[in-house]
């Protein structure tokens, strides 16, 4: 139980933070210590005894009978120390003041008691003297100096203790992950199972998330940039051979990639958390402010795959817009956009396309021909054409659009990009490949300038490239632009994402015709249980992998699983596509193929 003792969240705060620390200085520059102090300069190993070290220099540890005690061994009483239930994981380089408010918070939101919630933290938790002994003799303080198993004695620690808060602030760039220690709590409580896991941010960072998130305008490139920098490999140590053994142990246990996700799927979370409190917290004042909050919110949500949270905000912004802007106005029009956007990622395509005209009209009115907007809206207008079969339309507008946003824009835009992307992928199904590979490459350098090699759009892009080289029997490239595209997806927007279940689609067509059946079923099968998840069984998107699980399973001479797939897909796609597109007709000539062959009537 000494092991696991923990020092409550009212102590922390009344008497370690108010007290103790407020009222002392920096035992070697003297300067005085305060709330905004960082846990570095409240106890400086490197130094004679801070805060910390000074309350157990004279009290016998009772753990090894030595003189000098870890704090939470010097206190006493149920309203300051008991059996841990919780476990911090931070950083010494914040200050008490954020962990205090951190926990305290944390305390409120889960409605907790501050003097029944005890928390094990290193700092306070771990017999420091011992720490600056081991440092004194040339050991490393925590791993090589120790004579037994130090991964498994701190892995039973974390799966006692049963719940760990990883304290990561601030949400743009966290302290947290580029220090080692942090990155081997957190990959412990995910490698011995039964832990829960939570992150936890000073609530000035939900602030920080709202204003650069909505009120700044940059939207869900913020998010992406903090997902895409998360490299727990890049983590550093005070301790050379720390650093060495814990990211050794990661990347031979679980690997780099794997606890980078995790970390994502975890900040993830603590943003969603964040933007539903911002959701259902938020005044409607019925504004314009509140219609950008609205979209800017239901923008997040759709790239996430909430569609039916997206719809709701967005059907709120268009109220507001009609009721208080009018219905020619611009802020109206961006709103039926994002209403299309929505109604296109869920398979309605004729909704989309509606929305996506209403659009187009009020923008011409307001604006008139030359406007970026009118060009975004030809872009919408050519994708939704092509969904639905009609390449040559498509291929129209996405010009139409190109044209306005190289002259409103410049050619160098990331909305340019786009376009070239889309013009792209419409040549390589109209057999165009150079045409495409082209357009595709010229998209990709305008990218990685204007929005950097994480972005979901980059991923896009190789996806497209990968796509076409596979369309030209290049499948070892197609092959591995699928897997850059894979990784930058996994990173930003989580493995539960339908962008991703379209890239593990991707791959397993190529290992299909490398004729790597079992390989290409994996992946179909994995796509399937992304796509039933994220957007339902009747999604134009579930069909096609329900195809390809057909046609791979007919090759594998599995004809019964083959008509049942073969039959799943016509049940979606008669109802959404209609008795007489291509692709259904694809479908129903396969049905009657099996058929056929199986002699069924």
Partial sequence: MMETLGVSVFHLEQVFAEEEVCAASHAATGNPLSKDSKVYDIEDLRGPPGVIRTKGASIVCPIDGKMGAAYVHCLEGDDHVGEATHMLSYSWNYSIGDIVDTLNDFCQQ?????????????????????????????????????????????????????????MMAPWKAPIYITRVWCIFEIFTAHRMGGCKVD??????????????????????????????????????????????????????DVGYSVLNN??????????????????????????????????????????????????????????????VLGKNHEKTAETYSNIGEVLHDMGNYEGALSKYEEALALILS??????????????????????????????????????????????????????????????????????????????????????????????????????????????????????????????????????????HNNIGSVLYEISDYEGALAKYEESLAIRLSALGKNHPDVSFTYNNIGVVLYKMGDSSGALLRFRACRAIREPALGADHCDTKECLEWIERVKSEMQQP
């Fill in 366 to 503: 307001v604006f008139g021909e030359n406007h970026s907007d009118v060009a975004s809206a030809y872009n919408n207008i050519g994708f939704v054409l092509d969904d639905m079969g009609d390449k040559e339309g498509a291929l129209a507008k996405y010009n139409q659009s190109l044209a306005i946003k190289k002259l409103v824009l410049g050619e160098e835009h990331e909305n340019v990009a786009t376009t070239h992307n889309n013009i792209g992928l419409i040549l390589a199904e109209m057999g165009d490949h150079e045409g495409a590979l082209a357009k595709q490459k010229e998209a990709l350098a305008i990218q990685l300038s204007a929005l950097g090699k994480n972005h979901p759009y980059v991923a896009s892009t190789y996806n497209n490239i990968g796509f076409v080289l596979d369309e030209m029997g290049n499948y070892e490239g197609a092959l591995a632009k699928y897997k850059e595209c894979l990784a930058i997806e996994l990173s930003v927007l989580g493995r539960n994402h339908p962008d991703v279940a379209t890239t």
């Fill in 199 to 252: 992150i936890v941010m000073p609530p000035k960072e939900k602030q920080s998330l709202e204003q650069d998130v909505v009120d700044n305008d940059r939207g869900i490139n913020a998010l992406y940039e903090t997902l895409g920098n998360t490299k727990v490999e890049n983590a550093n140590a005070s301790v050379e051979s720390d650093r060495l053994s814990i990211l050794g142990q990661v990347q031979s």
């Fill in 262 to 323: 995790l970390v994502n799927d975890l900040l993830r979370g603590w943003m969603q958390g964040v933007l539903t409190q911002l959701v259902e917290t938020r005044e409607n004042t019925n504004n314009v402010g509140y219609v950008n909050f609205c979209n800017q919110i239901g923008v997040i949500l759709r790239t996430k795959g909430e569609h039916s949270a997206a719809m709701k905000l967005h059907q709120t912004a268009l109220t507001i817009c009609e009721a």
């Fill in 110 to 166: 889960n409605q907790l008691d501050p003097k029944r919630t005890y928390i094990w933290m290193c700092c306070l938790c771990v017999n420091q003297h011992r720490v600056v002994e081991n440092s004194a003799q040339h050991k490393s303080g925590m791993i090589a100096s120790t004579k037994v198993d130090f991964f498994a004695i701190f892995g039973e620690r974390v799966k006692k203790i049963g719940h760990l808060l990883a």
